[in-house]
T-cell receptor
Framework: GAVVSQHPSWVICKSGTSVKIECRSLDFQATTMFWYRQFPKQSLMLMATSNEGSKATYEQGVEKDKFLINHASLTLSTLTVTSAHPEDSSFYIC?????????????FGPGTRLTVL | GENVEQHPSTLSVQEGDSAVIKCTYS??????FPWYKQELGKRPQLIID?????GEKKDQRIAVTLNKTAKHFSLHITETQPEDSAVYFCAASIGGGKLIFGQGTTLQVKP
């Protein structure tokens, strides 16, 4: 099956610093990847769609200047949380679709636990 | 906007019993409905999915049913085992490859 990796798996940073999270498709190419945020005991909330070679599209209420997304290659998307604050502490998960028959099956990365002190 | 409602939020069953989780979606254009199982601190794992041209799909102890007219779909787990304990999420496609997720159901299977 398709494999998606994320790095780092967890990170602790000080308030005001920036953190970069990488999402890689290991055995397939992904022109599109998705970034989600999941708070404890809550559902996955779609933040943005990462598009290879073009700008990301953000969901309503997500600050594009705070959550910078770069999709520089067909196997790598990065999410940078800029000027992180404690309220940004969350579980960030990426996913990449693999086309099967007429629709795409989403495969998720293992997630990155961000703690902002 | 589009949304997916999932019920119940928690479900406790005895080992060997069946478990049913129900979801309702709002976007009539949704045509793909996956179910994910998530264990604590781990990634969501796809366990079964169904597309809009099919009413039911089964994979061993897991089955999913879809009623497009009513915009309902359900997950059925039979002969539950303690290792089935996890959080289950339903999702619906909303175009552009995007998925919108239900609120999740915490399933506890008691030995």
């Amino acid at each position: 099956g398709a494999v998606v990796s994320q790095h780092p798996s967890w990170v602790i940073c000080k308030s005001g610093t920036s953190v970069k999270i990488e999402c890689r498709s290991l055995d397939f190419q992904a022109t599109t990847m998705f970034w989600y945020r999941q708070f404890p005991k809550q559902s996955l909330m779609l933040m943005a769609t990462s598009n290879e070679g073009s700008k990301a599209t953000y969901e309503q209420g997500v600050e594009k200047d705070k959550f910078l997304i770069n999709h520089a290659s067909l196997t790598l998307s990065t999410l940078t949380v800029t000027s992180a604050h404690p309220e940004d502490s969350s579980f960030y998960i990426c996913s990449a679709p693999v086309r099967t028959t007429s629709t795409d099956t989403q495969y998720f990365g293992p997630g990155t636990r961000l703690t902002v002190l | 906007g589009e949304n997916v409602e999932q019920h119940p939020s928690t479900l406790s069953v005895q080992e060997g019993d069946s478990a049913v989780i129900k979801c309702t979606y709002s976007d009539s254009a949704s045509n793909y409905f996956p179910w994910y199982k998530q264990e604590l601190g781990k990634r969501p794992q796809l366990i079964i999915d169904i597309r809009s041209n099919v009413g039911e799909k089964k994979d061993q102890r897991i089955a999913v049913t879809l009623n497009k007219t009513a915009k309902h779909f359900s997950l059925h787990i039979t002969e539950t085992q303690p290792e089935d304990s996890a959080v289950y999420f339903c999702a619906a496609s909303i175009g552009g490859g995007k998925l919108i997720f239900g609120q999740g159901t915490t399933l506890q299977v008691k030995p």
